[in-house]
């Protein structure tokens, strides 16, 4: 009885695990090129499973787009020099990604993407 309890805990978490492993995917972003975004934060997202800067940015002919920027998870980004202070609403940044493949203004900050933050280079 013991044993069946225990592959069924088993068997349970596989099958748990294995939509986690294909939620980490970057299939989506283009890996292959690095877009430039500059504008105003709005918001800051400091959660589990990643961290989220959303940025108002003008296009070529002068319109807001609202993209959603994608960090790994808090404790990832503290490694890196992140804390849930390095973003306010109202700071101006400038930040390189990988966009979305689908052109929607959506994109995937790398662990090694240099940011500015009004003005000055993110130094952790």
Do not use: C
Request: aromatic residues 8%; proline residues 6%; glycine residues 8%.
């Amino acid at each position: 009885m013991r044993n069946k309890l225990i592959s069924l805990l088993v068997v349970g978490l596989v099958a748990i695990s294995v939509p986690l492993f294909a939620h980490h995917g970057g299939a989506s972003y283009d890996t292959d090129k690095t877009v430039t975004v500059k504008g105003t934060v709005t918001e800051y997202i400091w959660a589990n499973p990643h961290v989220y800067v959303k940025v108002d940015a003008k296009d070529d002919s002068g319109n807001t787009i609202h993209w959603v920027l994608e960090a790994q998870n808090p404790i990832s980004q503290i490694e890196r020099g992140w804390s849930k202070n390095t973003f306010k609403p109202g700071d101006e940044v400038e930040i390189d990604i990988k966009a979305a493949k689908n052109g929607k203004p959506v994109g995937s900050i790398g662990a090694a993407t240099p940011i500015v933050i009004n003005g000055k280079q993110f130094k952790p």
